[in-house]
C-alpha cells in the first residue's frame, strides 16, 4: 500500500461538485504533492459557493493556503441547476459555518489568468489535474501557448469511450459524458494539442460508484476529522435518483486518485474524436486513423482505490 512518492507539484482545475471538493481533500492528503493554485469553473456549481468551500478546506488542512480563482467561461450546454446548487449544503456544514475568516485567497484574476501566472511561475513542469469541462484551460491555452511546456501532465475527468454517457435531456441520445457535452468545442480542440492528456472516462469511474459499505468503513474512523468531514459530503450525495445511470460516483475523486496512484489503473492509448453536433454532441469515440491520441484508463482495482480512500483520510486538520 505505501509506495514512496516524487514531489510533485500540481494544480487543480474544478467545477465545485461535491465529489470536486473531495478531489481537492484528497489532494489536500496526499504528503508528495504540493499544490499550487485552484480554479474553479461555474459549470456543475454556483463559482462563488465552491470558491468558499475551497478556501476553506484548504485553510483545514495548509499551514500556507494557496489561492483559488473563479473562471468566466461559459458552456454551450448548462448543468442542470439542482446539481449546481447542491455543493452550497458544505458551505452549511458547521465545521465550515464555524470558520469566521478564511486565510486562504480569492484571486482578482479571471482563472484562465491565474493559471497562465502559476505556470510560468513555476519552476518545475506542473500534474494538471482538472475536475470539470476544460474551457478555462483551453481559454489559458489559447491566451499563452507558452504554457505547455510548464505542463507535465493533463488528467481529466472526461469522456465515456467504451460505455453509455451520462448526459439525459430532450433530443440528446445519451452517449456523452457532462463534462465533455458543456462545452465538446473546448474538448476537441483540446485533444489536437498533443499535450500529455489522460482522461479518467466514465469506463473506469463507473467501477467506483458511492456506496453504503464505503460510507459505513469511513464512518467506522470518524475520530479523523478528514474521514468526519468526507462522510459528511459523501452523505448529501446519496439522494442521487436512483438508478444506474444516475447514481453518484467517486468521479473526481478516482481522477485525481491517478495522479498519486497511476499503479491501480489500467490505461491505454486510443485516437479519439469527439462529436460536435447532436443528438451525440460531446461523445467521446475511437476514430482509428482518424483520431488524436490520448491516454484513456479503462480500469481500476476498485478494492485498492477504497482502501487508499479510507487510509488518506485518516488525518486531521491542522491547528492554526
Ligand atoms: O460527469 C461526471 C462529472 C464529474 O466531474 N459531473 C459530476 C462530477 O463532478 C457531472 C455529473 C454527472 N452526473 C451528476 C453530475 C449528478 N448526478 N450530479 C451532479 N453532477
Ligand atoms: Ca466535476
Redesign the pocket.
Known amino acids: 500500500m505505501n509506495k514512496p512518492q516524487q514531489h510533485k507539484k500540481v494544480f487543480l482545475d ?2 465545485g ?4 471538493l473531495l478531489a481537492l481533500l484528497l489532494v489536500l492528503c496526499m504528503d508528495e504533492v504540493e499544490l499550487i493554485g485552484v480554479s474553479v469553473t461555474p459549470a ?1 456549481c454556483y463559482a462563488e459557493y465552491a470558491a468558499e468551500s475551497s478556501r476553506k478546506f484548504m485553510d483545514l488542512m495548509l499551514a500556507e493556503p494557496v489561492e483559488v480563482a473563479i473562471s468566466k467561461a461559459r458552456g454551450m450546454n448548462a ?1 442542470p441547476e439542482v ?1 449546481r446548487a ?1 455543493p452550497q449544503i458544505i458551505n452549511a456544514f458547521p465545521q465550515l459555518l464555524n470558520m469566521k475568516s478564511i486565510r486562504s485567497l480569492l484571486s482578482e484574476r479571471e482563472a484562465s489568468d491565474f493559471i497562465i501566472e502559476m505556470l510560468m511561475n513555476s519552476s518545475e513542469p506542473v500534474s494538471y489535474l482538472m ?2 469541462p476544460s474551457t478555462t484551460l483551453v481559454n489559458a491555452l489559447q491566451k499563452e501557448p507558452a504554457i505547455k511546456e510548464k505542463i507535465s501532465e493533463i488528467i481529466w ?1 472526461a469522456g465515456a469511450v467504451k460505455v453509455h454517457g ?1 448526459v439525459r435531456t430532450y433530443t440528446h441520445n445519451g452517449a456523452a ?3 465533455v457535452y458543456w462545452d465538446a468545442a473546448s474538448a476537441q480542440w483540446l485533444i489536437e494539442q498533443n499535450l500529455p492528456l489522460t482522461i479518467v472516462p ?1 469506463d473506469a ?1 463507473n467501477h467506483v460508484p458511492v456506496t453504503f459499505d464505503f460510507l459505513e468503513k469511513m464512518a467506522a474512523q470518524k475520530e479523523f476529522e478528514v474521514s468526519n468531514l468526507a462522510s459528511f459530503c459523501w452523505a448529501i ?1 446519496v439522494n ?2 436512483p438508478g444506474y445511470d ?4 467517486m ?2 475523486v478516482l ?1 485525481v486518485a491517478y495522479a498519486s496512484r497511476p499503479d491501480f489503473f489500467s490505461s491505454k492509448k486510443m485516437e479519439l474524436q469527439i462529436a460536435q453536433n447532436l443528438p451525440n454532441e460531446g461523445e467521446t469515440y475511437e476514430a482509428q486513423g482518424s483520431g488524436n491520441w490520448v491516454n484513456v484508463v479503462t480500469d481500476v482495482e476498485r478494492e485498492l482505490f477504497y482502501d487508499y480512500l479510507l487510509q488518506q483520510s485518516r488525518k486531521n486538520f491542522i491547528q492554526p
Open positions: 474544478h467545477d461538485g461535491v465529489d470536486d456543475d448543468f446539481w447542491q475536475t470539470g475527468m451520462n459524458e457532462w463534462n466514465l469511474t450525495t442521487t435518483i444516475y447514481l453518484y460516483h468521479w473526481d481522477s
